[in-house]
């Protein structure tokens, strides 16, 4: 038999409150554990750019902001120093269009932050700057697994939960995109001709004798520097 009529609704409530504090506090736990890893790291490890430098955020709507900013490699997310001198997150990351720091522009598309490096007419190539790890399965407090699990030696327990440390051999993978007329593009051979019809020959015949690997940048930017 279940509870009398007038505890059915406070019975429910105690419960969703309940679950709540449960899922803040283990979230609170991560994010107080992604911040003791993130402090294992070097900062050039740590962000794309190796020190938060001048910029401004681009709006949507066509508002921005200023301030001193950095990406960071661990989860992709945007950074800034607050008027306190702490560092932190930026709370609503879909509304940003594009943010340069240092000078150099990223375009925030499809939740990734894409540095702009050169342009090849109406195609700019991008880079992605993203920490990866020996085991590159899935990802790390949240992340997508282009960034790959934390692999674990030292361990850190948080109201009843364990995070695992890394000491693992690291990179920073710079993973290549191209980009046009609000489009990013995975770059192939295919994707190539696509976007540069009137260079095809010129494209298979680099491909062929060079064997590109179109997931590193560096070759990527070298047979865009070929047909140019």
Do not use: W
Request: aromatic residues 10%; proline residues 5%; glycine residues 6%.
């Amino acid at each position: 038999m279940g509870p009398p009529p007038f505890l059915k609704e406070p019975m429910k409530k105690c419960f969703i409150s309940l679950c709540t504090f449960c899922l803040m506090a283990v979230n609170a736990g991560a994010q107080s554990a992604q911040a003791e890893f993130e402090a294992t790291l070097p900062d050039s490890v740590k962000y794309v750019i190796p020190a938060f430098g001048p910029g401004s955020i681009l709006y949507k709507d066509g508002g921005f902001s200023r301030g001193s900013f950095n990406i960071c490699t661990l989860d992709n997310t945007l950074r800034y120093i607050d008027t306190d001198q702490s560092e932190k997150v930026l709370a609503d990351p879909s509304q940003v269009e594009s943010v340069s720091i240092s000078n150099v522009l990223f375009l925030h598309v499809n939740n990734m932050y894409l540095g702009v490096v050169k342009d090849f007419g109406e195609v700019l190539l991008c880079v992605e700057k993203r920490l990866v790890f020996d085991d590159r399965k899935t990802g790390a407090y949240g992340t997508s697994s282009a960034t790959t699990s934390i692999r674990t030696v030292g361990t850190s327990t948080e109201g009843g939960s364990t995070f695992r440390f890394s000491k693992v051999k690291y990179e920073v993978k710079e993973s290549p995109y191209l980009y046009k007329k609000k489009r990013i593009y995975v770059p192939s051979k295919k994707t190539l001709v696509k976007l540069f019809p009137d260079k095809k020959a010129d494209i298979e015949a680099y491909v062929q004798e060079s064997r590109v690997d179109f997931s590193d940048f560096r070759q990527v930017e070298a047979l865009l520097e070929k047909i140019r």
